[in-house]
């Protein structure tokens, strides 16, 4: 069963050469238009990902990845086509979104725990395993100002994992932590995978795509070049490169 | 379509809480004197606005101080939930870029602040009442209901400002001008009929005034509440959250990327 299905998805992006961003500017120059630039951020996408399948996308920078990812988690709108998603959407676009420094970590494993749609109760029976699975068991009633970044990101990574997803959306998101936590973190990717999650993954390191991927898209200034075989697209990638 | 997104909103309430406690946290954290602080402050102006309008401009109301407070508890719910509405979409661009969730949450938590902000200083408004010795009667059963007309009422307000101020970053300065223009145009120091009878009719179309007039007839004065005014109430406020709505819904889909 298809779990997410893009048909004919196009996004553009007005971008006006000066930004009217007062109503004051927009009375007063309400009769002379400003001039914009088109931006074509993706043409005419068509895909669709299985239950429980992982989807590679790999393309240089700008070439719609990002874009795509967003539409996918509703952040933003196509400008034509259709997305039909048949599960709940986890993005992880960015780890730690609504994190409070001035909140000591138990704290704000709550307030990112519920941002990621988590009940208060599973939070209150998760929390000392979280703080174990990040290391910072001893660190429970520090204020969140006082972690080093690497500290941040395995809170958030611990918290995020404990979500449940049905489909998760990924963005480069394991490029943290040290060795150690990266191993976590595959091993747990690795675990929501044999569990059936369907994933979309984006990323710039290809032999993670090659190794975990099922399918891969490329895509080129916003144009699908190419889908299937990891092997294969990631190859074109790279010849694509060279030349 | 309207039970349906009362039944979705309530499905986000943990959201919705967790969004407003934490800024009702933050708010008090930085102030030496926390929490109180926010009991001090209309207290302040209780001392100064009662001090000058009941010696120099002799207003003659029954239960001056307790009217004048109400008014001042209620005014301020409004005007700090419009006020920070207006930049709880605006300063928040990592939760409307990075996760999803419906964005009116963000706007209904705000309001939630500073409702918890002002259910917070009612209670020097409390002990006011039991100071004084007010009498009650039953109809203070009324008063939930008028409040809850007018958490409406500013919910609408707040949807439109948040949405509008993505847009027009002016709008805060405006909104800041009408707010002080409003102030005087809402009885909340003097009653309505200090004004020449012109102008009174022309104020009593403020649903502010007619929102505070209610909860002082009920609380203070033991009255019932004045059917006209009750059903005037009603409709303005869910027309407001109708057009607050609407205008929101129809801005939304851009936030993220004029953010």
Known sequence: MAVIEVSHLNKVFRIPHEKRNTLFKAVTEFFTPVPFEIFHALKDISLSVEEGEMLGIIGVNGSGKSTLLKILARILVPTSGSVLIKKRVTPFLELGVGFNTDFTAAENIKIYGIIMGLSPKEIEEKSDYILEFAGLTRFRDTKLRNFSSGMHVRLAFSTAIQTNPQILLLDEVLAVGDIEFQKKCLDTLWAFKNEGVTMVYVSHDLDSVKKFCDRTLLLHKGEQVMVGDPREVVTRYQGHDAT | ?259
């Open chain 2, 1 to 259: 379509m309207c039970i349906q997104l009362i039944k979705e909103r309530y499905n986000y309430r943990h959201l919705i809480w967790i969004l407003a406690w934490v800024e009702f946290r933050q708010r008090y954290k930085n102030s030496v004197l926390g929490y109180f602080w926010s009991l001090l402050e209309p207290l302040l102006m209780l001392g100064v606005l009662y001090i000058v309008f009941s010696n120099l401009m002799k207003i003659q109301v029954e239960y001056y101080q307790l009217f004048l407070l109400l008014g001042i508890i209620m005014w301020s719910f409004f005007s700090r939930s419009t006020t920070l509405s207006l930049l709880s979409i605006r300063f928040k661009p990592n939760l409307i870029k990075k996760v999803y969730f419906p964005r009116d949450i963000m706007v209904i938590s705000t309001c939630t602040t500073t409702f918890l902000m002002s259910l917070f200083e009612s209670v020097v408004f409390v002990i006011f009442m039991a100071l004084f010795q007010i009498p009650l009667s039953i109809n203070i059963a009324y008063l939930p209901c008028i409040i809850f007309l007018f958490y409406i009422l500013t919910l609408g307000v707040s949807l439109t400002l948040a949405s509008l101020n993505v847009y027009y970053q002016d709008m805060q300065y405006i909104w800041a001008l009408i707010l002080q223009i409003g102030f005087f145009a809402t009885p909340v120091i003097y009653p309505l009929s200090v004004f020449p009878p012109y102008l009174m009719k022309v104020l009593s179309y403020n649903p502010l005034a007619q929102i505070i007039f209610l909860a002082r007839e009920v609380t203070l004065y033991s009255k019932a509440p004045d059917v006209a005014s009750f059903v005037y109430v009603f409709f303005v406020a869910f027309v407001m959250l109708g057009i607050g709505y609407a205008i929101f819904n129809r801005l939304e889909p851009k936030f993220a990327e004029e953010l």
